[in-house]
């Protein structure tokens, strides 16, 4: 205890008031009382210091008790009269004071901060798969993607993070998480169930403090107008100027969760959306590896040779099969109405509605597309070709066999695009035989594809 530092038993004991006071008549008192000076803590008659080695200066813990415990023992013998000898292993550091200076040395402090801790802490699934902010009254789930994304517009782009993953996905259905004040909801028109926010809006009731989302079409075309509770006139959309969603619908994150939120670049935004195309679970880090960003050479005005040429151009038309292709194989339509006929050549053609704002292409005669059905037990499947066009959305797609065709069935079928590669194989089979043969075209038509000057 500090207020009996060197109490023992029946012997005298300081004064707390005194142990602190340094300075004035206190001290001098105190001084002449005990016969101990400031510079020599455990002077004796023979004026003797303490080595400087062997200063107290643990002031916690249990190791501290312990260390107090031996100097106060130090402190009883001297008053008592210690030997000389005894002085002296004191001063040289014999066993009793090696203790006392391995219980000081032995300590070992370590800071613990809470910032590592936030460091490792994972964020939750529903976190922003941009910047990373995770309140649930704030983030929106895509529904083709199965990310989820913040209605936050302070990062380095315009417009709101799930508004431009909506924009550059080119998806339409968002969902609302189930935490958030209006519970797990998919966003979709009242009237005639339009899923896309970008044709979404609402209308508020007259009397009531109540609002019903309705899509642009139906707003235009008289939807809900036999209700004189709703007010048409005050649509609006459900995405605002600024590109982000109504605050009432969701949240913004506050200036908080924002100044704590993750920095995207336009550029990294729009290579990690490439990035997932192909890699559906790229992560932003996934972005800076190796071959992730790599761009083909550029085309130049001039080239050297046919083989300078070939090696520009080959890899471009590669990329643009591989992108063709992809698109192509997203494009899978669901819950589609068909309904059968038979053509001049007695082959079965197969007619369903394919809306022009869902296809990323443009159909046209010759397409090859596979269409699917089943009704829970049985399956199907036929590859056919697109004959006819009827109007802009309704397609007649001729299958080239139909056995097992479940013509008597007009609903639970879907359809997808046969990619091939025809185009893109010729192309490079001419750029091939371009590079390797000198005569396949003409010397003049040669050096007018490497970009030279030269004379009819």
Known sequence: DASSFFDEGGGDSQSQDNFYHFGGEGSVAHSQASNIDASSFFDDAGGDSQSQDYKFHDFGGEASQGSAQQQQGFGDEWQAGASEEQRAQYRKGGDDSSSVVGSTVELDFKETFDDDEDAVKELPAHACAYCGIHNPGSVVRCIKSAKWFCNSSSNKFSGSCIVNHL????????????????????????????????????????????????????????????????????WLPLIDS????????????????????????????????????????????????????????????????????????????????????????????????????????NKRIAYFMFAKDEAEIRLVPGDELKLHWTDGIRKWSGIGHIVDKPNSEEVALELRNAGGAPTDATHGFSVEFCWKSTTYDRMQSAMKTFAVDETSVSGYLYHRLLGHEVEP
């Not at 519970?183 to 005639?192: F, I, R």
């Not at 995207?264 to 880090?285: G, R």
């Not at 972005?287 to 130049?300: C, M, S, Y």
């Open 167 to 234: 924009v550059r996905s080119k998806f339409k259905e968002v969902a609302l998480h189930r935490d958030s004040p209006l519970g797990e909801t998919v966003l979709e028109c009242y009237n005639c169930g339009e899923r896309n926010v970008f044709m979404l809006g609402f209308i508020p009731a007259k009397q009531e403090q109540v609002v019903v989302l309705l899509c642009r079409t139906c707003c235009q075309a008289g939807g809900l107008k036999g209700d004189p509770s709703w007010d048409l006139t005050a």
């Open 242 to 345: 600024a590109k982000a969603f109504l605050p009432w619908l969701v949240k913004p994150p506050s200036d908080n969760e924002q100044g704590r939120a993750r920095i995207l670049l336009a550029s990294q935004l729009l290579k990690l959306e490439e990035l997932w195309k192909t890699k559906p679970d790229a992560c932003l880090e996934d972005i800076d590896q190796p071959g992730v960003d790599e761009e083909p050479a550029g085309v130049t005005a001039q080239y050297d040779d046919a083989y300078q040429y070939q090696n520009i151009f080959g890899p471009l038309v590669k990329y643009e099969a591989d992108t063709d292709k992809a698109m192509k194989e997203q494009n899978r339509k669901e819950d589609l109405v068909v309904h059968w006929d038979t053509g001049l050549n």
